[in-house]
């Protein structure tokens, strides 16, 4: 197993370097297309929700992104510093894709093979874990290199 940690400042110019970390480190382990493009858009809604709704956009506040690449699944974890899961998450409507809120959560659940939410120990702010399974992308020949 090969775990990497990557902590950004809650500004939005973090968010395009996280995209571009992840992206890299995605296709130096040879990470199919597919799969690549699942992952980076589902820890990209993460990252937004911890920069937006967890730190408020406090520059003093981190963002941690642990990737974990295995030989069966990729494990991605996005912790923020905010107050942790918010009292009403689990009571949350159904909501439309065509509805700019909560879009990002219906889009993660749905491309995730696993999606957990909770309170992360060391922060105290909200912990996303995301697990894809690849597996799911073994038929997929990845010839195509961005």
Not at 21 to 35: A, G, M, N, R
Not at 38 to 49: C, G, K, P, Q, R
Not at 78 to 86: A, F, K, T
Not at 120 to 135: H, I, K, P, Y
Request: aromatic residues 8%.
């Amino acid at each position: 197993m090969n775990i990497f940690k990557f902590m950004y400042s809650s500004n939005p110019d973090s968010e395009g370097k996280m995209y571009d970390d992840v992206s890299d480190l995605l296709i130096e382990w040879d990470i199919p297309h597919k799969l690549r493009n699942h992952i980076l858009l589902a820890v990209s809604e993460a990252f937004t929700n911890a920069l937006i709704h967890g730190n408020k956009a406090d520059p003093a506040k981190k963002i941690q992104l642990f990737i974990s690449i295995k030989n069966n699944e990729i494990t991605a974890d996005i912790v923020d510093e905010g107050c942790g899961l918010p009292n009403d998450f689990e009571n949350r409507k159904d909501v439309s894709l065509w509805n700019e809120g909560g879009r990002g959560l219906k889009i993660m659940e749905s491309i995730t093979g696993k999606i957990k939410f909770g309170k992360n120990a060391e922060t105290g702010g909200l912990q996303v874990t995301m697990t894809f399974d690849r597996s799911d992308y073994e038929i997929e020949k990845d010839n195509i290199r961005t």
